[in-house]
């Protein structure tokens, strides 16, 4: 009888451990299976659900703490399954994670997920035993983010194929091929810090990224198949998947495009000699203070001809201004401005296969005084380049908007504003952790720069550590004093603020507490939770 009455004891504290487990939360690792045996990068995937708001999920392995997770990945399926717990499309209820097996050694292993809610409750999910075989060589891993992997994708002009890879042995290239034709490599290196998140254990991950701009006009119209493969330094290799694309090469969609480097959107752009009884100058490099204007542009043609950019022109409120067509040599600066063709080889390394792309830079040297004389008021104003190709189709760069800037008048014996730009973050950059602002900033006057700083969102963040060697500002601006050290830098966690778009502002103080925006950029940020 005593049996019996144990029996009933241990079913009982077992049904009752398993319903105060589903009161709490369910959960589940989908992948790797109990008894898989496993190498490289063990990549570990599932779900978990709670009544409560999922506040942290940890791995563990051999009961030893390894790395949080990101609780990222939409599972629609769960929810009708599970209507009562916390999880939809807006608050993710998969995961995805990974450790190094070569951290341990052959032989079994435990694994389970940790998760702690809201209410700091925990409970444990996915428990089982795997085998580590650190002999097997694991093919490299990877994914095809662009195009996507449903349905057909149109392609015409210009277009990007993106993605990650990594490989325990390192990745030695990434090709792209068209019904099983290689036609280019992808530039590798991209920063991708939410693979850096599913990969803790590997550093490369964090530049796993990778970015091919094929030019279908080397393809003929129609249906065709693209995919994508990943080699190793060992020479093992793998194809990530394959996209269905139908190439569309009509003149009217094969419209040119680029980018504006400088200046940054919101820059406050000043001018000498304003005043309007002063000889009208604009459009000219003569006569006051000059503001570059840089950036580089590209276009594809048909198969009937080469793809060529015909001309380049500086909007000012959708009124030109400056074209390439006026291009002209300027002894001050010792170099050709207002002109198309100014050599960029970081765009040929990411464009390799189109014409222009060695020499694909524009250069403008904008006189805000000439501007001003002719009748422009200061303040707030709207700048564009627009660039046409030979078959009389032309784009906006950046786009139709345009970017902000504002115009103000320094007289030749008033304190001028600042200048300077932001190089990190670039335009739209993700990242993660603590991450480091950095650029330039100059003041013309005797006084030089005071301070400079970082705002976030319209909040400041604090000061910027200034004064660092910049030769290459120097060489651009030889007639500023301290132009040799005018770098700045600052360091931002931003597990401050959320995973969303933000934008950085940077303000310079002069000695004179006079303030100049030099510019804005917009990043994400992606932090494991």
Known sequence: M???????????????????????GVGDIDSPGSGTTVSGAVTISGFALAREQISRLDLYVDGQLQYPINLTIPRIDLIEVYPDYKGDAFRPAGFFTSFLASRFANGPHTIFVR?????NRTFDIGTRTIIINNAINQLPLGNIDLPGGTGTTDANGAFPVTGWALDVDGVDRVDVAIDDLNVQSAVYGGNRPDVSNAFPDFPAALTSGFVA?????RVLEGIHTLTVRVTDRTGLSRVLGSRTIQVFNSTNNLRPFGFLDEPRRDAVLFGTSCSPTAPPLAGTTRGGRLTPVRGWALDLGTREDLG????????IDGSRWLSSDDCEFNATAGVYVNCYGVPRFDVQRFYPTFSDSPRSGFLFMLNVGALMRQGVRPGNHVMKLRVGDQEQTFADIPNTSGIPVSFQCAEDNADFASIGFIDSPRFFDYVKGTVTFSGWALDENASGVRSVEI???????????YGLGRPDVQMAFPNIANSLNSGWRFSFDTTRISDARHRLSVRVLDSQNRATI???????VDNPN
């Open 213 to 217: 701009n094929i030019d279908t006009t």
């Open 455 to 465: 705002y976030v969102d319209g909040e400041l963040q604090g000061v910027a550590q």
């Open 308 to 315: 060529r950019v015909s001309y380049v022109e500086l909007l």
């Open 2 to 24: 005593w049996r019996w009455v144990a029996r009933g004891a241990v079913v009982s504290f077992l049904l009752l451990s398993s319903l105060s487990l589903e009161a709490q």
């Open 518 to 524: 030099i510019g804005s950029t917009d990043f994400f």
């Open 115 to 119: 998760v702690l809610t809201a209410d």
